[in-house]
């Protein structure tokens, strides 16, 4: 179904009134949005249920040596439109999505200058979403931004879950504090990492999730950042007022457009109900629709890894100890020794080849099987990698062969070091040899600072870097998965082959001295808007001394709780990130990993409260499979769902996997229990979730064979 109905045009001819107001209700009437043009001056204002979610908020651009797009402005035309229809991504948490508005579309003029801006709103029932459009003009053609000063004007001192606004990295755990508690805290939420570069003592990063005191939870991000620079939120924190802050570029401009263009969405998902934040497609309606014509090459996937052995540091790699720096034009690895712990080993990497086909994933990834890793980063080293020659003990070819033997894709590692003109100027052969080697993914990344040297990872240069490297991709029928890039916008919709990011604090950092264990019920919140993310979950093993015992992390989850990750962090592409010794370990419990499902056709958000908990039940895409999952925040709690979700009048068979009584993250986080039940879609559940636990169930329907025996729940 699609309907696109534009309403007569109301035109305007430069009508010099003081104050001018137009207002416009979502499809269903709850949420309303204000425009009003002040004096010359553009605000708009949002309410939901007739609470106020934005309050008067001003709209608008600083141009660098030009006069600002902030005021002088008249009316000049207004447009209504509506639009509903229904798209099929390529992949999703549903296999249908909805994309119903009410749009209004303000032309403005300012007379002084004769340029031309339109602010263009989208109202969802779910929230709204708005940009600026330059049209194509004679006196704005080229033009360079200073700031955009967009504001979301908040009605209190609300709970916000944030992370410190940076220009370089996301991989911050969660701060849990009210708006006027952020510069106080801001210090000790900036905590170590290779790069970074914060900005303000109330400057934060989008998505920004936050709770108001009469019940609203409120979600500022963007969608859509395609050639613009990357938004974060400034607070004044006197008037609780948030304005965007842009990333600048190596000399402090905030981006280089043209008309016509536009920027990105500014996007402010809303509901009294937290499970709704969840079920929003603000962001995926907002960007365009695919442009990939035959997507049946990209598929989702679920995989393994030499991984995690190099992230505890039981393995290293690189390959030699010999060199504290090394040439890639001279160097020749034949004379080095090797260190004995390098882990993507031909036989190394044959193992996890055995133990992945066993098991039926999909995929294997390795890292460390290229040159070049002896120096790879906090050198500004500009030829660091060619992404063409392995190590020489990794045998690509016998692995290519033996992995193609079992069933198992390999997937493509191409570390950049950050060295964002190297990986450009070898990016097409790496793209082929993937293809002359059978490789159809890859994982990407760029840790530390990106060189050319006072580039940052969110300026509008490396977002293009990061666009490039998915549409060439895309040329070379090549999935990505990109870890350090921009947090994502959404613009999955538009190119698929972006199946995953990072850009957030993953499971590594569980190795890197842990994350606080209630981040999972955080992240669907935040990080989860723009779109997947590898966030590697499945450790089963949270000593890490055992790995390595110079490593004292710990990973602050119960192994029910890593189990249930698989269902709330949604992501096409999920790894069993542990050793195939520790799943050997508790074989019982991995089969749950083994069965889940990594698309699915539809999700219902049974329970949901950012940082406490979150419990989601799927359907496997053209499967009659569900899975559940519940995460639970730091204190226990009883969970309680029903089954409804199942179709009628059925008997399914649910194994549910949970914490033990006495399990908990930090002192028993191995202590779990699988039970099996007859369920039906009457049946209810509540169940117990340890501390940075949870639980995790599979349903199928019942074959009658193997129902005997089994208590109905
Ligand atoms: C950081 C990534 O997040 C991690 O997954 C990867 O192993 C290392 N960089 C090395 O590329
Ligand atoms: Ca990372």
């Given at each position: 179904m699609r309907l696109r109905l534009t309403l007569p045009f109301l035109f305007f001819l430069f009508i010099p009134v003081l104050v001018w107001s137009q207002t416009m209700k979502s499809p269903n009437g709850l949420l309303e949005l204000g425009f009003e043009l002040n004096q010359g001056v553009p605000t708009y204002t949002l309410t939901y249920k007739g609470k106020p979610v934005i309050l008067p908020s001003k709209l608008g651009l600083e141009l660098k040596n030009k006069p600002s797009l902030l005021d002088g402005f008249e009316i000049f035309e207004l447009k209504h439109n509506n639009f509903d229809e229904i798209w099929a991504p390529v992949?999703?948490?549903?296999?249908q999505i909805r994309n119903h508005y009410h749009e209004m579309e303000i032309h403005l003029e300012q007379p002084s200058t004769s340029r031309n801006l339109i602010i263009r709103f989208r109202l969802f029932d779910d929230g709204l979403g708005f940009r600026y459009e330059f049209p194509a003009q004679s006196n704005l053609a080229h033009f360079v931004l200073k700031e955009e000063r967009t504001q979301f004007a908040m009605a209190g001192d609300h709970l916000a879950f944030w992370i410190a606004g940076d220009y370089d990295t996301q991989e911050y755990d969660y701060t849990e504090s009210r708006l006027s508690e952020i510069r106080g805290l801001m210090e000790s939420a900036i905590t170590g990492n290779i790069s970074q570069t914060s900005f303000s003592p109330t400057g934060v990063q989008t998505a920004l999730m936050m709770k108001t005191d009469d019940g609203l939870y409120i979600n500022l991000h963007e969608a859509a950042l395609i050639n613009y620079s990357t938004m974060h939120l400034n607070l004044d924190d006197k008037n609780m007022i948030f304005e965007s802050w842009l990333t600048p570029d190596a000399i402090g401009d905030k981006g280089y457009l043209q008309a016509p263009g536009q920027s990105p969405w500014r996007t402010v998902i809303v509901s009294d109900d937290a499970r709704e934040i969840l079920a929003s497609r603000i962001t995926y309606n907002l960007n365009e629709p695919s442009?990939?014509?035959?997507?049946?090459?990209?598929k989702p996937m679920k995989y393994m890894g030499v991984w995690w052995e190099m992230i505890t540091g039981k393995s290293t790699w690189h390959y030699t100890d010999d060199y504290a720096a090394i040439d890639l034009n001279s160097i020749d690895y034949s004379n080095a020794r090797p260190n004995g712990k390098h882990g993507a080993t031909t036989a190394n990497v044959k193992r996890y080849i055995d133990f992945a086909a066993e098991h039926g994933f999909d995929g294997l990834l390795v890292e460390g099987w290229n040159v070049g890793w002896e120096d790879w980063f906090g050198n500004f080293k500009d030829y660091v990698f060619d992404f063409v020659t392995p190590y020489p003990d990794f045998d690509l070819v016998e692995i290519r062969q033996y992995a193609k033997s079992k069933g198992v894709e390999m997937i493509m590692h191409h570390e950049t070091s950050a060295s964002v003109r190297n990986y450009e100027r070898h990016l097409d052969l790496a793209y082929q040899f993937m293809k002359d080697n059978g490789y159809n993914s890859l994982k990407s990344g760029y840790v530390g600072y990106i060189l050319p040297i006072g580039e940052n990872h969110y300026s509008q240069w490396i977002v293009n870097h990061y666009q490039y490297a998915i549409e060439k991709a895309a040329d070379y029928q090549i999935m990505v998965n990109a870890h350090e890039a921009v947090r994502p916008t959404g613009v999955g919709r538009t190119w698929p082959n972006l199946i995953a990011n990072e850009s957030a604090r993953g499971t590594e950092y569980q190795a890197f001295g842990g994350s606080k264990p209630n981040h999972v019920t955080i992240l669907p919140f935040t990080r989860l808007i723009g779109g997947p993310m590898d966030y590697t979950p499945g450790i089963f093993e949270m000593d890490i001394s055992k790995l390595n015992p110079e490593n004292n992390s710990w990973v602050n989850s119960t192994l029910a709780n890593q189990l249930a990750l698989y269902v709330t962090m949604y992501s096409p592409l999920q790894m069993a990130a542990d050793l195939p010794e520790h799943y050997e370990k508790f074989i019982d419990a991995f089969q749950f990993i083994k069965d889940v499902?990594?698309?699915?056709d539809k999700s219902w958000y049974l329970e949901a409260e950012p940082g406490k908990y979150l419990t989601i039940a799927r359907k496997a895409k053209g499967k009659k499979e569900w899975y559940v999952g519940n995460v639970n925040g730091n204190e226990s709690r009883l969970s309680n769902i029903t089954f409804d979700f199942l179709e009628p009048n059925k008997s399914y068979i649910a194994t549910i996997y949970t914490d033990a009584k006495e399990a908990h993250y930090r002192n028993n986080p191995q202590a779990y229990t699988i039970k099996r039940f007859l369920v039906s879609n009457k049946s209810k559940l509540s169940q117990f979730s340890a501390p940075g636990g949870g639980y995790a169930i599979s349903i199928t329907e019942a074959d009658k064979s193997a129902t005997k025996g089994l208590r109905k729940l």
């Open positions: 992949w999703g948490e549903e296999s442009k990939i014509k035959d997507s049946s090459w990209i499902a990594v698309d699915w």
